[in-house]
C-alpha cells in the first residue's frame, strides 16, 4: 500500500539507551558514545550533539537572495553560505536566533518572516537539526555589529535567485544548508505564483 503524500514523513523511534558517554566535552559542541539496545542485539554509536541551528534565506524585493562568505575549517573553504548560527541561548526561540543571527552576521533586519524547511544536517553523524527561516521586507539594522575571527572578513552578495539555484544544481556551491534553503525558496516562490 502506497502512503500518501501527507502521510510521508520521518518517524520518532527511540530504542533504550543503555549507556552514554561524553567523549569530548567541546567548546561549542560534544562529542557522545551511546551503547543502545537495538532489535536482538546492542549497537555503540559516536555522534556530535549539537545545540541545534537556523539559517535565513533573506530575499529582497528583486528576488535577490543574501549570500555571506567565509572561511571555514574543516572544509579548508571559503564557502558560500545564508547567514546562520547556533542555538546557543538558553531558551531562545528560533525565530529571535534567527532574527539575531541575521542582524550579527549581516547588519539587516527584515519586516516579515515565515518558516521555511528544517532539516537534520547530518543525521549519521550529529544531532543537529537546522531551521531555515524566509526573510523579506530587509533593510539595514540601526547598528553595525562587531565581527571577530572567520566572521571579521564575511563577504556579503546579493545575488539573483536564479543564479544561486543554478550555481547549486551546477555543483559550484556546495553548503548543504545554503542548497536547501535556496531550492525551497525559488519553490515556494513557484507555488505562489
Same mark, same amino acid.
Request: hydrophobic share 40%.
Given at each position: ?89 538558553? /531558551?531562545? +526561540? #528560533?525565530?529571535? $536566533? %534567527?532574527?539575531?543571527?541575521?542582524? *550579527? !552576521? @549581516? =547588519? ?28 523579506? /521586507?530587509? +533593510? #539595514?539594522?540601526? $547598528? %553595525?555589529?562587531?565581527?571577530?575571527? *572567520? !566572521? @571579521? =572578513? ?40
Amino acid at each position: 500500500m502506497t502512503e500518501s503524500v501527507e502521510d510521508l514523513r520521518d518517524e520518532p523511534f527511540e530504542p533504550e539507551v543503555l549507556q552514554s558517554d561524553l567523549v569530548y566535552k567541546g567548546y561549542v559542541w560534544d562529542v557522545r558514545s551511546d551503547r543502545v539496545r537495538y532489535g536482538d542485539g546492542e549497537i555503540v554509536r559516536e555522534y556530535v550533539a549539537h545545540t541545534g541551528a537556523v539559517a535565513i534565506v533573506a530575499l529582497d524585493d528583486q528576488e535577490r537572495v543574501l549570500l555571506i562568505q567565509q572561511y571555514r575549517h574543516p572544509i579548508r573553504h571559503r564557502d558560500w553560505e545564508l547567514p546562520a548560527g547556533l542555538l546557543d541561548i538558553e /531558551g531562545e +526561540e #528560533p525565530l529571535v $536566533a %534567527a532574527q539575531r543571527e541575521l542582524a *550579527e !552576521e @549581516a =547588519d539587516l533586519v527584515a519586516a516579515h518572516w515565515e518558516p521555511l524547511v528544517a532539516s537534520w544536517t547530518t543525521p549519521g553523524g550529529n544531532d543537529e537539526l537546522i531551521r531555515i527561516f524566509l526573510a523579506t /521586507g530587509v +533593510e #539595514p539594522a540601526t $547598528a %553595525a555589529h562587531h565581527r571577530e575571527d *572567520e !566572521e @571579521a =572578513d564575511i563577504r556579503v552578495e546579493w545575488v539573483p535567485l536564479a543564479d544561486a539555484v543554478a550555481a547549486v544544481l551546477d555543483g559550484r556551491m556546495q553548503n548543504g544548508v545554503l542548497s536547501i534553503g535556496v531550492l525551497a525558496t525559488a519553490q515556494r516562490l513557484r507555488d505562489r505564483s
